[in-house]
């Protein structure tokens, strides 16, 4: 019988026992500590730590992958797999016959600010960073979010069609900022990449002329009515934007309806917007976007409709998908997670999936330090890495398929944003000194993306009493198992991990850290 492979990822804390635990990544981390509570990781071209491609154990065995609030990033380690069980108070025990969602994959968003920041490094270190989020011995990012045209962070406004009354799109034109930046960049992470990366597009903001404002920025809409000439020429834009992509060789595997259309309902929103109701956007899919992509050589693109906060589930799904003349044209679901504090994930993606279950919900945009009480670049931030483990399971667990990182790069004030809206980001380059710095988000990202490998499914997780863990698992398609478990407390928990035929791997989980456990069975 062939060798099932199981994979746990478990967030634990800042060391483990598990007898046998040995030999630290050749290609350790260069710690740099920025005073805010863990460590950043410099890399150059010629250095860069990196897990390198992970090799099956034998059987009997099992390998481990530690990072920690102490400084560890994905220390490599080893141990023999127990027949018998240690008597943990605590157990966590995988249930496979519980299935449930399967994964699409983890990635981030090549925006202007991100391409800008990359190409001002050297060529050794822009490939270098590549690397680490592409290539073999990276973190297997296989989803590339790109927008159409300008967003805040851009150093311009502007969109490809900016010529007044363009209805026919005749001036329809590919920015320097997508043939110069973004698309030789985004080629180069197709190259290094083992498998085809999927590629989603989000437009900000319709051209200025075709609008209620007249603007970019700020409340708007679209002119008239879904069916009338300003809808069907965006609905025209999104073909156009994906047939010049395509003489680059890159296609796409979706698009969303537009970022955040409640925003462009928003009097005095501060940078590109582009209003819509479900009820408008139902309408627009139904009588445009929908009809101009099947009748276009993209009618196997995917089109996901909202790619806005979760709060505004299921009542925004509920009014588009239940009309058949819209549904029909429609995959997903895409939900950022600004806001989520105000609403139970069970209350909006929960009740969503339950209704809905035949669209995939996505998670299309998150970033640290966008909030105005926590603002900025934090480098070495241990608890935006909690934050984004917290939030990638509380997803996982609600049905999502996966989960999409904002800016691959930002600068050190957390820009270029052209309307100063500086966030946070996995990757913050230094361009003086030709380096750029992983952050403690790069790793927490890297627990998912570097396992879950698009098709792993969902399987159940079942916890021997209450616990101050929070967890998630998946069997992959080449029947490897991935355990993902979340310890933010302070308090030490010894538990261990079971597999009714497999065996027991005893882990001492003190405070905040993150392990992959991975071990083979007959």
């Known amino acids: 019988m062939g060798l099932t492979t199981l994979l746990f990822v478990v967030f634990i804390s800042t060391s483990t026992t598990s007898g046998g635990m040995c030999c630290a990544s050749k290609d350790d981390c260069l710690p740099r500590n920025f005073g805010h509570g863990s460590v950043v990781c410099e890399c150059n071209a010629s250095h860069c730590d990196s897990v390198g491609s992970v090799q099956l154990p034998q059987e009997g065995q099992f390998l481990s992958f530690l990072s920690s609030k102490a400084g560890s990033r994905l220390v490599r380690g080893q141990g023999p797999v127990l027949q018998n069980s240690t008597g943990a108070a605590l157990r966590l025990t995988i249930v496979p016959y519980q299935k449930y969602q399967r994964i699409k994959g983890f990635g981030g968003a090549m925006t202007d600010a991100a391409a800008i920041n990359i190409l001002s490094l050297s060529g050794g270190t822009q490939d270098q960073l590549l690397r680490q989020y592409f290539a073999p011995e990276g973190i297997a990012y296989s989803v590339v979010r790109v927008p159409m045209a300008s967003c805040d962070f851009s150093t311009r406004l502007y969109t490809y069609a900016d010529s007044a009354g363009d209805y026919s799109l005749t001036n329809f034109t590919l920015s320097a900022e997508d043939t110069e930046m973004k698309i030789p960049l985004i080629q180069k992470a197709q190259a290094m990449s083992p498998r085809p990366l999927s590629l989603l597009a989000s437009a900000w903001s319709a051209p200025a002329w075709m609008k209620t404002s007249g603007a970019l920025i700020g409340k708007g809409t679209l002119k008239g009515h879904p069916g009338g000439k300003e809808y069907k020429t965006w609905a025209h834009y999104y073909v156009r934007f994906l047939e010049e992509y395509r003489k680059f060789n890159l296609s796409f595997w979706a698009v969303t309806t537009g970022n955040e259309p409640s925003a462009g309902q928003m009097t005095n929103y501060s940078f590109q917007a582009l209003g819509f109701t479900p009820e408008t956007q139902r ?33 925004w799904a509920k009014v588009v998908l239940s009309d058949v003349r819209a549904a029909r044209y429609i995959h997903g679901i895409g939900v950022h997670w600004y806001l989520n504090k105000l609403v139970p994930a069970e209350l909006s993606l929960g009740t969503t999936h339950h209704v809905f279950p035949e669209y995939f919900l996505f998670g299309t945009e998150a970033c640290a330090g966008w909030s105005p009480l926590d603002r900025g670049v934090k480098l070495g931030s241990w608890e935006r890495a909690e934050d984004y483990a917290h939030d990638i399971i509380e997803d996982l667990n609600h049905y999502v398929t996966g989960w999409t990182d904002w800016n691959l790069a930002l600068d050190l004030g957390g820009g270029p944003n052209w309307v100063k809206n500086f966030v946070d980001s996995p990757i913050i380059v230094d361009d003086k000194k030709d380096v750029f710095y992983k952050q403690p988000t790069f790793y927490s990202l890297a627990h998912f993306s570097k396992f879950l490998l698009e098709g792993s499914q969902r399987v159940g997780v079942s916890s021997s009493k209450a616990s101050g863990l929070e967890s998630s698992a998946f069997i992959r398609p080449d029947g490897a198992v991935v355990l993902v478990i979340l310890n933010r407390s302070e308090e030490h928990i010894p538990f261990e991990i079971w597999y009714p035929e497999v065996g027991f791997i005893p882990m001492d989980a003190a405070a905040r850290s993150i392990l992959t456990v991975v071990w083979a069975t007959q």
Do not use: E, Y
Not at 293 to 305: E, W, Y
């Open 283 to 315: 309408d627009w899919v139904i009588m445009d976007l929908g009809p101009a992509l099947h009748a276009s050589q993209f009618a196997d693109t995917r089109v996901i409709i909202l790619d806005d906060n979760r709060l505004l589930l299921p009542h």
